[in-house]
Structures are given as C-alpha cells and as structure tokens.
C-alpha cells in the first residue's frame, strides 16, 4: 500500500539509524515479524545450494602445477602453503610451501621492506619412490581441503591435505600403494633474508639472519630460525604411521623479543599428532560450511560464478580478523620486491569483498588501526606527531615502517616537500574501509571508538597545509599521488580523500553528538576547497599534472570509486566520468590486473553492465592465473579479491542511502540469485532474477536504518511482511520505495500478484566452462 512521494535520503539521514519518516511509517502499528533465521531456514531448499555451488567451483589438477600461481593453497590466515612441483626437480618430488604471515624480522632501521620483512620459512617435498607420471587433485572448497593421487612409475600416494582453521597445523594424510612406501618428506629450510634482497641492492649494514638449526625434541622434528634483533621463529613437526597410512603435521611459531615459540611449536604438533587425520578435519569442514552459508550468490557465467566461490575461499584462506592485515602475497610468501603491507591501495582492495559477502569476521583493517594507532603516530612527520596521524605507503603487521628510504620503505611525507615522497593520503582511504565496516553493520563502537578518532586526526594532517589563493579557495601545496611520478599541487587523489573526510566527520559528529571545535574548519573545507583539477581529458592527477601516460592506478579517480562522491548526479558529472574512465584506460603500456577491476567497477557506477563484464573479460583473459592468483614481480593478492567487489557492484549498489538491486547486469545474465547479501546500513539482501526480470527482493534489517530501496522489478508492486502481510511504503521514484522496518523486521517485494518460490537455489549457467585449476586438456 504505496503512500505519497518522498524525496531522496539526504546523506546524513542515511547513516543515522532512523529517519522522521521511517518513525512516523512505524506509528501506523506494524506488528513484529517472523524472525530472519526463520525465515533463512524456511528459504534453503532441501537440496544443499551451497555444496552445489562451491562443488562446481572446485578446482582440479591433471597436470602437475609447476609454480605458485598454478598450484592448489591451502591457509587459515596464519600458516599458508602453496603446493606445486619443485624446480628442477619436477618428475621426483612435489613442494608443499610452508610460510607464515606473523614471521617477520625486527630490524627497523632497515626499514618495513628489509628489517621488518616478512621472512621466508622453508618447504616440505614430498618425494615419492618412483619418477612421476601424473596427478589428479582436487581442492575442495566446502571443506577447504586438497584430495586426490600422485601417480608414479612405482605404484599411487593418496593424499589428503588441509591446513587447520584453529590450530594452524598443517596436516598432510598420504596413503602409498605397495611400491610406493618408501616416499618420504623432506624439510627446507628457507634463508630467512628480505625477498627484497633478490630484486633491491642490499641497505648498508643489512645482512640475512643465521642459518636455522634442524633437531629432534623427544620424536619432534624442529627447525629453529634465530634472528639478528632476538626472538625465533620455529618450524616443528612429525610424521605418525597408522596402519599404511602416514600423516604429517606441522606447526609454525613465531616469538620477539623472547625465544618462546620453539615450545609453542612443540605443544602443538604434539596435541594435533595425537588425533587422526579425519579427526582433525572434521571441526575443521564445520567451521567451512558455516563460513559460507553467510551469504550465496549464482550466476550463468560458469567461469565467473567458480572464480567468486574461489576469491571467497581465498579470502578466509589468507585473512582472519585478529592475523596480521595481509601483505601483498596474504599468507602465501615467494619471492616478492614487495614483502610487507602496502596501503596505497592493496590492502584496501584485499578487504572490499568482506562487506557484501557478510564476512565482517575477516576484517583485519578495523582492528589493526584500532589497535596500534600509537605507531600511526610515531609514523607520522615529528612536527605534526601532537594531533595528526599518517600511514606509510609500506609497514609491517604492526603498522611500523621504520627507516624511510625508496630502498626500505616508504614513510609519510610532508606536503610541498620532496624528499621523501609527500604520500599523505593513505591513512584517510584506509579508514574508508573501517568506514565501509560501520556502515555495513551500524556498530556505533566502530564509528565512536575507531573511525572518528583516527579520520579527525588523519583530516588534521592536512589541515595543516591548506592555504587560501588568490582565488579565495583552499589549496594544497604539492604531493604525491599513488604510482603516477612526480608530486603536483592540489593533487586530485589528496584533494578527494580530504573532501570526503571532512564530509564524514561532520556526520559522525552529528550521529556521535559530538560537538566539536574542528567543525568550522571542516565546513570550511568543503565550502572552498579548489574544486578537482580537470582538462579536456577528464580528471587530472592535479593542478601541474595532467593525465598523461599509462598508468595503472585509479588514484585520480577516487572520488568516482570507491568514494562516490561524483556519481553522475548529472549529464556533464556523468560526461566527466565517461571520459575520465576512457582516457585512463585508453593508455596501454602499463594497465595491470586491477586496472580493469576499478574500471569494471565505474563502468557499474553509470549501469554499464556490458562493460563491467568486458574488462572483467579483459582481467581473466590477460592477468588471471590457472589458480584465480594474479602475479606482477611478485604475487600481489588485491586484483582478484577485487574483481569479487567488482562483481559485487554489478549485483549491488547501496552507496548514498539506496540499496541498488541489480543495477549493472549485463543481458546475458537473464538469471540470477542472492542470498543475504549484506549492504550498507546493516541490510541482509535477498533477490532472484529469472529470464531477464527480477522477480522479488527480500531485505531483513538488522539496525533499524532507513530501508530505501530501488528494486528494479516493472510495474506496481507489492511489499510484504514476513508473515505475508502488506506494509505501507512510500514511493521515491525512479522505481525506488522507502519501507517503514523496525530492527530485525524484513520486507518482501514483488511484483503485483506475484507470489514467486522464494527457495535459494543455483542458476543454469548459459554454457559449459572449464574448472579453474590445471584440468586435462
């Protein structure tokens, strides 16, 4: 039962948890509904859509993987391994990689890309009787678990392989035929130096750490790895025999200052060692089955609905949110120039999935920022360490850079000088995430305890060098803007992060009750800030510098993506999009993987659907590896976990208070399902379309923000409780209602008369693909 015509949402309203309209709609005597679990049980069909899905996204092998980006990885997070042939030595044995994202060094003064790298650990092989002769695995994601045999001239090795989601063991099951039981493992212990060292000439000063020392404790393998600036790191370990079958367990530590994690390592082979192998993987598969079915999404493309499944699955492989915030590589360390954090984009990009997937358990970013914010400070340049904070472009877990040096680490800056590289923005789009985080689940700690602290702190930083010009606007003196080359007043990728940061702690003021005294100044801000830096060729990087030359990175564009705060509200904001998108990717030489990720994402911004889908083309054809993993010099993890937002915004937007149902699909994707997609102000979504026409949404809110919802299905509509009884909406045009919902309330719409099965179920995909993997060709 429509009621009158309401106006947009503004944007403070639509971060707030309530609004004058939502309150006066809920007056009218709406009575409580049907718990959401009720109702989620009642909509799973009987068969498992789940293991369906992620069944089809299995990847397989049949021919051995001969390197990382090809290979099966196994992770929990923590401990990760990677499993492939082992160089030149492809026929006799088969690598099982063993690194560790919480293993670093402790050097500082050599700087986050040296004395705080990331540290290799060292390699089990495998190493059957016989010459290899051929393979067939199969990495299930459901139980996040690698199956299959290795055949050899000799006889088979069934293996079974998981790396435990709790107990950070990996546990490797191998089953020999008759000739085959003389295999055996072999650990390698890893020169625990800076990958960096085989790309980067050696800092002054900087050499590896000692070699580590291998021996038996009471039955229990060790590999003791001492470093330079005190504390270890532990690699232990034992093999059980049960019957013909063998098991290897294998657990890492990690201890600074003290040398604790040698009987860290110790306790935990010794307490897994004790349980069989299916002992083990049965908490193991349950913690799996529940981390998926907190969301589910099918689509017709068979390619791109397996490498979704996939990027999910790597997601909880390489990211927890109490482990380390994932380096460029997540867990899974190889040779890498890059062997640390990197916040000038990756990690912002590693965690975008989590929100739309309902996966807030993986978010790393929150707590990190949260929990050292003291180093933030002492990051930041000593003049401003009082009341501004910063991030460098590369730190380790702990958010420190140490030394600053193009050849160790990239620190903070300061605006108008050079060197170092005035990089300042990076702290302000970080916290975006967190504020990604608050606005997908509506917890105020976050936006009280997190987010309005740091960004007021971060804007601070700034604040320091605006000054007026001539023209009577605000100016920023030059800096750097991410990967282009040379520094450039009001820089476009400072300026946008300095708009909408003073935007969003005037919100978060207001919604927190804060009265602050910087509030003048941030009003000041976005009355006279410069307005962006354009051309005839849309944005430019900033006031000196035009967009000239390839560059891969959208720094120039965040106000398009992810920000939104240019969305094409008009014709020529639309015409600067358009051309600004163009021109960027109309340079070759130097677009990589998640170039085509961002644009995807604009190109979903302006409802191009067919777009979005080519440059995701563009990305699978061109960058992805067998695997789903993407490699530049190094693995570089962001650019596939990306694509999934990607996706995501093609399925659904919810930036600017309106949920978008399906508002970039391209017209072979008829067919579609979604399951409690998780959307900004704390909505679970719900939706299916069949033969090129949605045919219903569900939305179950679980904060009490503002429902505001373009639905996108044709014609008069029907809104429903979960009890099946109308609820009085109000009409905002352009097919957009807004529904009066209490906390925990859900609204079901449909079209007119139309009471379609609301079951959850996979799509028909339009043609057959091959699986992800190294499948027979």
């Given amino acids: 039962m429509p009621c009158p015509s309401v106006p947009d949402p503004s944007r403070r309203a639509v971060l707030a948890t309530g609004s004058a309209l939502g309150g006066a709609l809920l007056a009218s005597g709406l009575t409580t509904q049907a718990s959401a679990a009720d109702q989620t049980a009642a909509e799973v069909s009987s068969d498992d859509p789940w293991r369906t899905v992620l069944e089809d996204a299995d990847m397989v092998w049949q021919q051995m993987p001969a390197a990382w980006y090809e290979g099966p990885f196994l992770g929990n997070g923590y401990l990760g391994s990677g499993i492939y042939a082992e160089p030149g030595a492809t026929s006799t044995a088969v690598r099982f990689n063993v690194q560790h994202s919480e293993v670093q ?28 002769t051929g393979l067939d695995w199969r990495l299930s994601l459901q139980n996040a678990e690698l199956t299959g045999t290795l055949t050899t001239d000799k006889g088979t090795l069934a293996l079974r392989a998981l790396v435990h989601n709790d107990r950070s063991v990996l546990a490797v099951e191998v089953t020999p035929s008759e000739g085959e039981r003389g295999f055996r493992w072999v650990f390698h212990p890893a020169e625990a130096i800076s990958p960096r060292a085989a790309f980067k000439p050696l800092p002054n000063g900087y050499r590896g750490n000692p070699p580590a020392q291998v021996a038996d404790h009471d039955g229990v393998m060790a590999a003791v790895q001492p470093l330079l600036a005190g504390g270890q790191h532990v690699t232990a370990w034992r093999e059980r025999t049960r019957g013909r079958t063998r098991t290897l367990y294998v657990h890492v530590a990690h201890s600074y200052p003290q040398n604790t994690a040698l009987d860290r390592a110790l306790k935990a082979v010794r307490a897994a060692d004790r349980l069989p192998y299916s002992a083990l993987a049965a908490d193991h598969r349950a913690w799996w089955h529940a981390y998926y079915s907190k969301s589910f999404l099918s689509l017709p493309d068979a390619r791109i609905q397996r490498f979704y499944w996939i990027q999910l699955y790597k997601a909880a492989s390489a990211a927890r949110r109490d482990a380390p915030v994932m380096a460029t590589s997540g867990p899974w360390l190889e040779p890498t120039p890059w062997p640390n954090t990197w916040w000038n984009l990756n990690a912002q990009l590693e965690y975008w999935l989590i929100h739309g997937s309902n996966h807030l358990e993986l978010d790393a970013i929150t707590r990190a920022l949260s929990e050292f914010r003291d180093n933030l400070a002492t990051e930041t340049p000593a003049p401003y360490r009082a009341d501004s904070l910063g991030i460098p472009r590369t730190t380790d877990p702990h958010l420190v850079n140490g030394a600053a040096d193009p ?24 916290l975006h995430n967190v504020w990604l985080s608050y606005r997908h689940t509506m917890d105020e700690s976050i936006l009280r305890d997190v987010l309005f602290p ?82 005839a060729n849309g944005f430019m990087i900033g006031a000196d510098s035009p967009f000239a030359k390839s560059h891969r990175h959208y720094s120039h564009l965040l106000a398009v993506y992810p920000l939104y705060e240019v ?14 998108l163009a021109h960027w990717v109309g340079f070759e030489g130097a677009l990589q993987g998640y170039t085509f990720t961002g644009a995807a994402s604009m190109s979903a911004l302006l409802g191009k659907g067919e777009d979005a889908l080519n440059y995701l083309g563009e990305l699978m054809t061109r960058f992805i590896k067998p695997n789903t ?19 995501h915004d093609m399925i659904c937007q919810s930036w600017g208070g309106i949920i978008r149902v399906f508002p970039a699909l391209p017209a072979a994707w008829a067919d579609l399902a979604l399951h409690n997609f998780r959307t900004q102000g704390a909505f679970l979504l719900s939706a299916h379309r069949q033969g090129g026409a949605t045919r219903w949404v569900r939305l179950v ?25 109308p609820l009085r909406y109000a009409d905002a045009g352009h097919g957009t209602i807004q529904v009066a919902l209490r906390k925990g309330e859900s609204a079901l719409i449909t079209a007119k008369g139309d009471r379609p099965d609301l079951a959850v179920a996979p799509v028909r995909p339009n043609a057959e693909a091959p699986r992800w993997g190294l499948p027979q060709t």
């Fill in 567 to 580: 969305t094409g509200r008009t014709p020529d904001e639309r015409a600067l999009i358009e051309k600004s």
């Fill in 105 to 132: 060094d402790h050097r500082p003064e050599f700087g986050s890309l040296f004395g705080l790298a990331r540290l290799p650990i060292g390699y089990f092989t495998l190493e059957p009787a016989g010459a290899i």
């Fill in 407 to 430: 050849l160790m680490g990239y620190g903070v800056g300061v605006p108008g000088q050079d060197p170092p590289t005035p990089e300042v923005g990076n702290l302000t789009w970080a």
């Fill in 701 to 725: 809110n679980e904060a009490g923000a503002p429902c505001v919802v373009q639905h996108g299905i044709a014609g008069p509509v029907e809104v429903r409780d979960g009890r099946g009884r």
């Fill in 454 to 535: 740091l960004l007021r702190k971060a804007i601070n930083y700034y604040l320091h060098f605006l000054e007026p010009g001539p023209d009577g606007k605000l100016h920023l003196p030059a800096t750097f803007s991410p990967e282009y080359g040379g520094d450039s007043r009001d820089c476009n990728y400072d300026l946008m992060l300095l708009t909408w940061g003073c935007r969003t702690l005037l919100e978060s003021a207001e919604l927190l009750g804060i009265d602050d005294p910087l509030a003048p100044r941030w009003r000041e801000v976005l009355a006279k800030r410069v307005p962006y830096p354009t051309d």
């Fill in 629 to 647: 993993m993407y490699l530049e010099s190094g693995p570089v993890i962001e650019t596939p976990l990306s694509a999934a937002q990607s996706l």
